[in-house]
Nanobody, 116 residues
Framework: QVQLVESGGDLVQPGGSLRLSCAAS????????MGWYRQAPGKQRELVAS??????INYVDSVKGRFTISRDNAKNVYLQMNSLKPEDTAVYYC???????????WGQGTQVTVSS
C-alpha cells in the first residue's frame, strides 16, 4: 500500500504562484511515476504533469512554461505553479504508480483557487 499526502493548495490572485507538495509513504521500494491531476467543477479529471522514474517529464499543453514538476527523492513530488490563471482553479490530486501497469494511488486532493 502507498499513502500520498498533499499540501500547498490555497487561494491566490491571478498571476500569483503556489507550490504543491506530495509525500509518499508505505511499503515502497521504487515508484515508477509520480505526478499531478486536477479536476475543476463539472469537468473530468485531467493529467497536469508527470515525472517518471527514468527522469522523463510531461505536461499538459495548458501549463507548459508556467508549471514545473520536480522530485527530490523517490518519494516526494512537487508542482511549482507560476503565472496562475482563473482556469487553473481545481482540486489537485497527487498520484503514483509502482509500475507501468500497476494500480494508481491517489492523494486526498488539495484545493487551488485562482481569483481576484
Amino acid at each position: 500500500q502507498v499513502q500520498l499526502v498533499e499540501s500547498g493548495g490555497d487561494l491566490v490572485q491571478p498571476g500569483g504562484s503556489l507550490r504543491l507538495s506530495c509525500a509518499a509513504s508505505g511499503s515502497i521500494t521504487s515508484i515508477y511515476v509520480m505526478g499531478w491531476y486536477r479536476q475543476a467543477p463539472g469537468k473530468q479529471r485531467e493529467l497536469v504533469a508527470s515525472n517518471l522514474r527514468s527522469g522523463a517529464i510531461n505536461y499538459v499543453d495548458s501549463v507548459k512554461g508556467r508549471f514545473t514538476i520536480s522530485r527530490d527523492n523517490a518519494k516526494n513530488v512537487y508542482l511549482q505553479m507560476n503565472s496562475l490563471k482563473p482556469e487553473d482553479t481545481a482540486v489537485y490530486y497527487c498520484y503514483a504508480k509502482l509500475g507501468p501497469y500497476s494500480n494508481i494511488y491517489w492523494g486526498q486532493g488539495t484545493q487551488v483557487t485562482v481569483s481576484s
